[in-house]
């Protein structure tokens, strides 16, 4: 955990007269927090992302994850997800009543590093008919570490646009990228921040995964089925876990420098 972090959370913990940290805060976030993100992302995603109405603050990118399968998906949906995929993916889809379809990554010969997997935007296509509804994205990708360049991420639009797909974009790993590479968030292409429910995660970004918080930006009838089944499942989120992070402010200039 690095130190500037563990400060915060302690420095939280010495205010027990800051009653208003300690009580239930607005359900769909923190203001303070959302204000934050609001300013990150429209930043990140070159689009004016409201507070109020374009951010979700959620138990962990975990719960993002499902509360978008389950605002979603209607009984026998389809979902591409490409495979290896992360653990939860699979059957969180089943359990909101969807199908997830399987998608290899390409992979040559003898490869030397993860660079080398590839979208193969040909098998993708060739899974999707009438009942496909969603394309799960994770980029960068766990568990290979590949990073989508943009050509790839483009073909995949280009896809997503003429199908009228929706996307999860699991971004959680977005500050994970060096050596010069420049990650491309999907939700930043032509067309696609309509159809791309983009999730985040504070616990990834500053090492603090115990801490579960994690966050939803969409345009608001994206993000309105995932509020809904928010407010009556888990209505609000930790408030002193919320307050350190919006005190950790990874929307400042220096935060990339300092810390990633």
């Given at each position: 955990?690095?130190?500037?972090v563990?400060?915060?959370?302690?420095?939280?913990?010495?205010?027990?007269?800051?009653?208003?940290?300690?009580?239930?805060?607005?359900?769909?976030?923190?203001?303070?927090?959302?204000s934050?993100?609001?300013?990150?992302?429209?930043?990140?995603?070159?689009v004016?992302?409201?507070?109020?109405?374009?951010?979700l603050?959620?138990?962990?990118?975990?719960?993002?994850?499902?509360y978008a399968?389950?605002?979603?998906?209607?009984?026998?949906d389809?979902?591409?997800?490409?495979?290896?995929?992360?653990?939860?993916?699979?059957?969180?889809?089943?359990?909101?009543?969807?199908?997830?379809?399987s998608?290899?990554l390409?992979?040559?010969?003898?490869?030397?590093?993860?660079?080398?997997?590839?979208?193969?935007?040909?098998?993708?296509?060739?899974?999707?008919?009438?009942?496909?509804?969603?394309?799960?994205l994770?980029?960068?990708?766990?568990p290979?570490?590949?990073?989508?360049?943009?050509?790839?991420?483009?073909?995949?639009?280009?896809?997503?646009?003429?199908?009228?797909?929706?996307?999860?974009a699991?971004?959680?790993?977005?500050?994970?990228?060096?050596?010069?590479k420049?990650?491309?968030?999907?939700?930043?292409?032509?067309?696609?921040?309509?159809?791309?429910?983009?999730?985040?995660?504070?616990?990834?970004?500053?090492?603090?995964t115990?801490?579960?918080?994690?966050w939803?930006?969409a345009?608001?009838?994206?993000?309105e089925?995932?509020?809904?089944?928010?407010?009556?499942?888990?209505?609000t989120?930790?408030?002193?876990?919320?307050?350190?992070?919006?005190?950790?402010?990874?929307?400042?200039?220096?935060?990339?420098?300092?810390?990633?």
């Amino acid at each position: 955990l690095p130190a500037f972090v563990a400060k915060i959370l302690e420095e939280i913990a010495k205010h027990p007269e800051k009653t208003e940290w300690h009580q239930y805060t607005r359900g769909f976030g923190l203001p303070r927090l959302t204000s934050v993100l609001s300013r990150l992302y429209s930043n990140l995603l070159g689009v004016e992302v409201n507070a109020q109405q374009n951010v979700l603050v959620t138990v962990g990118a975990y719960l993002s994850l499902y509360y978008a399968f389950l605002g979603w998906l209607n009984h026998g949906d389809k979902v591409i997800v490409l495979d290896p995929a992360f653990d939860c993916y699979v059957p969180q889809i089943r359990m909101a009543g969807g199908v997830p379809i399987s998608v290899a990554l390409s992979l040559p010969p003898n490869p030397t590093s993860s660079a080398d997997y590839t979208l193969n935007l040909k098998a993708i296509e060739e899974k999707i008919d009438k009942q496909t509804k969603m394309i799960v994205l994770n980029n960068p990708h766990n568990p290979t570490g590949k990073l989508f360049t943009r050509e790839e991420l483009e073909g995949l639009a280009d896809i997503v646009r003429r199908h009228n797909l929706l996307v999860v974009a699991d971004e959680v790993y977005e500050w994970h990228v060096y050596d010069g590479k420049k990650m491309i968030r999907f939700a930043t292409l032509p067309d696609m921040y309509e159809r791309t429910i983009t999730i985040g995660s504070a616990g990834k970004a500053f090492s603090a995964t115990g801490w579960k918080l994690g966050w939803s930006v969409a345009p608001a009838d994206l993000l309105e089925p995932l509020r809904r089944i928010h407010q009556n499942c888990v209505f609000t989120c930790s408030t002193p876990t919320q307050v350190s992070f919006f005190f950790l402010n990874f929307c400042n200039e220096s935060y990339e420098k300092t810390w990633i």
